[in-house]
């Protein structure tokens, strides 16, 4: 008979075993025949077994054939008990669904926008003439010349005149450098690039006359309020 041992809970050498497990896994014996007979207390696999004793070689070859044959059966029986009660078989949790991206906000449709994220367009001026200056925060003929485009805009506000200071930059790049700086004008952001509009040289300036076409272009940098380039802008 294969069973507990009567032994206390450690074994002659003093090392500790199972016992207290062993009610909770197969228990096997053998008759004359070396029938095993087999009594199983379903549990999670067998961590530790108490110790066994076995007559002749061939008790011990029939007892670990029984026992591989006991737990295969085992198995199949857990997978044939959940076809027919129709239980799920345990599987891993999908993973959540990803949150939908949020969708960009569309580019504005604007020619330019100010420094709010406004929209403008040269026909929001409707019977005025457009100055419009495109520069660059990194061109110094750019920052040179924008204090004079200040002073234009003042003497010419009376005469039907707008000004407007685009950059293609970002409106955060655009605020940051004039935070530093006391310059003082209609500052606006081009919604698409300098060189989408025929333009290769910073900086340059575009008028348009009072029906928003384009009647004059100049390039590079100038003294806008001289008695010279007011005299040009009030000819066109």
Known sequence: MIGHDPRPNNDRRGRKICHSLWDDYPEISFDSDLVGKISWQPQPLMRCLPPMRFSTPSTAVTFAATLALTLLLQACGQSD????TGAAPVMEAPA???EPA???APAVAATYQDLQGNPVE???????????????TWCAPCI??????????????????????????SLETINEFLLD???TGNFVK???YVGSLGIDVMPTSVLYD??????????GSFEWDSAEMLAELRAQ
């Open 122 to 136: 040269i026909t929001d001026y409707p019977g005025k003439k457009v100055f419009v200056n495109y520069w660059a």
């Open 190 to 192: 081009l919604n698409s």
């Open 81 to 84: 008990t959940a076809s027919l």
């Open 210 to 219: 009072a029906a928003g076409a384009p009647v004059r272009t100049w390039q």
């Open 102 to 104: 949020v969708a960009a």
């Open 96 to 98: 959540a669904p990803a």
């Open 181 to 183: 700086r006391d310059f």
């Open 144 to 169: 040179k010349e924008i204090p004079s485009i200040s002073r234009a805009a003042d003497t010419l506000a009376a005469e039907n005149f707008v000004f407007l200071l685009a950059s293609d930059e």
